[in-house]
């Protein structure tokens, strides 16, 4: 399913594949912002280089197979780590089977080549490890949680969400001295050292312990949640969100009819009704909570026992990525078949005409397409999908502006631009048509691309005056 429909890229993975090549030319990470006009000079961390760098390197090795690659391999992970999660608490193989299927199937809308994929599978790994902890007072497995964070911090700043899993797990710990009816965690000295060296191995990155800085500007950032398709709640529109929600409903009435207050249960399911309501992108931390609740707390056929023995493991691995390959073959997902796919989805066109006519900035386009543009044309863009650098403030103003709002031809960084490139259905590239300033150069089914009226293929001539005449609808030059 994931080779069929999972997208080829979205506009802000071609930003982290810029930022990855960034990284591999100057051999060290940026802490300024390098990419767009907005962002110059100002500070800017690469929170996830280590994704980044890996999504370049696949990009530059076998182009969008590549990427495609990424996430078949990422999904395959993420339902392996999900099932043990589910084995290990459910003994009855058919029903572990089933909720291993379900949880896959409602977690589909967010199987991207994106690096919360990642977040996702240590996610899971997590949760695993601390209920077999507290399920057969066995610690040993605990030590691989600080390897895991080191890692984690690297890749996707949604570490925290473990940081908060963890958490949770030492309250539980700490107040079950106190409060009897409460089950015993973990051995509270082994989780708190556990716990101390999971945040020590996080601040083994190259930015430090400013990656909190960043995770709490990203946190405090409300605008985006009404702006950003994969950060508003889910539309239920598709039937993998109504998967979340029943997982979500029947994981509460196995919690509701437990004779014994679960604090930990009840605590990281409270935790994960509302991330995963509030973000369609953090639907997984429902899905996998979830999971974990229904198989611990529904009764099945303890004799219906099917395991893969450990000398069988590599034939299933081998045989799974063989089914994999075929479907990719069967399905042409081929570099040839994808570039076809991506040229009705970005404004492929359009950049090579920019190219051909030597067009230069500075640039002016919109959120959407501004990770593809950074790539494509090796320009500073004027926004991207970098929220928490270009702020709320600044996302209203560039979505009021494409929306040929009021004052919209007064807008700074469209005055100072020289090149405009914008979806052929924004109202800004309608009004534009008709606007004196501005010559349409090209444009085709999904693209239009303007060049402002005092400038030259050899250079900009200056940023344009404002005339405010301009914002009235025209019929004619």
Not at 257 to 281: D, G, I, M, N, Q
Not at 291 to 301: E, F, H, P, R, W
Not at 317 to 327: C, D, K, N
Not at 420 to 440: E, S
């Amino acid at each position: 399913m994931c080779v069929h429909y999972a997208p080829i890229v979205s506009s802000d993975d071609w930003w982290h594949i810029r930022t990855g090549e960034w990284i591999l030319q100057n051999h060290a990470v940026p802490w300024t912002d390098p990419f767009s006009t907005f962002g110059a000079g100002k500070p800017w961390a690469a929170y996830s280089w280590l994704f980044d760098l890996l999504l370049a390197q696949l990009f530059q090795r076998l182009g969008l197979v590549g990427i495609l690659t990424y996430t078949s391999v990422m999904v395959v992970a993420v339902t392996v780590v999900l099932h043990r999660l589910i084995r290990r608490l459910q003994g009855d193989f058919s029903l572990a089977v089933m909720l291993t299927f379900i949880a896959s199937f409602s977690l589909f809308r967010i199987d991207t080549a994106r690096p919360w994929m990642f977040t996702i599978l240590f996610f899971a790994f997590e949760l695993d490890v601390l209920l077999q902890a507290r399920k057969t007072g066995k610690t040993r497995e605990l030590l691989w949680l600080p390897i895991v964070f080191a890692l984690w911090a690297n890749l996707h700043i949604q570490f925290i969400d473990g940081l908060v899993v963890l958490a949770i797990a030492l309250a539980e710990t700490v107040l079950s001295h106190w409060w009897t009816d409460l089950r015993r965690g973990v051995h509270g000295g082994w989780l708190c050292g556990v716990s101390i060296a999971c945040v020590m191995a996080t601040l083994v990155n190259p930015y430090g312990w400013t990656v909190y800085k960043s995770a709490y500007e990203l946190a405090s950032q409300p605008g985006v949640l009404y702006k950003v398709d994969e950060m508003m709640a889910m539309p239920f529109r598709d039937l993998p969100d109504w998967g979340v929600l029943f997982m979500v409903v029947a994981a509460a009435g196995v919690l509701a009819r437990s004779r014994r207050f679960e604090f930990f249960e009840s605590v990281l399911f409270v935790f994960a009704l509302v991330v995963s309501f509030r973000a369609e992108r953090d639907l997984w931390v429902g899905v996998i909570v979830a999971s974990a609740i229904l198989a611990s707390g529904l009764k099945g056929n303890d004799k219906n026992r099917l395991g893969v023995k450990l000398y069988a493991a590599p034939l299933v691995a081998v045989a799974t990525g063989l089914i994999v390959l075929s479907s990719s073959l069967l399905l042409h997902r081929d570099n040839q078949h994808l570039q076809a796919t991506l040229t009705e989805e970005a404004p492929v066109n359009a950049v090579e005409v920019v190219k051909e006519k030597g067009l230069s900035g500075p640039l002016f386009n919109d959120y959407i397409w501004g990770g593809y543009l950074m790539w494509a044309l090796r320009m500073p863009v004027s926004i991207d999908g970098r929220s928490a650098l270009h702020g709320d403030s600044q996302m209203e103003k560039f979505d009021a502006t494409w929306w040929a709002r009021p004052g919209w031809c007064s807008d700074p960084d469209l005055l100072k631009a020289h090149l405009v490139i914008g979806q052929v259905t924004a109202p800004l590239t309608q009004v534009l048509r008709m606007d004196p300033r501005f010559d349409l150069v090209y444009e085709d089914k999904l693209a239009a691309v303007f060049v402002a009226h005092n400038t030259s293929s050899s250079g900009p001539a200056g940023p344009l005056s404002v005339d405010r005449s301009a914002c009235a609808p025209r019929t004619s030059h």
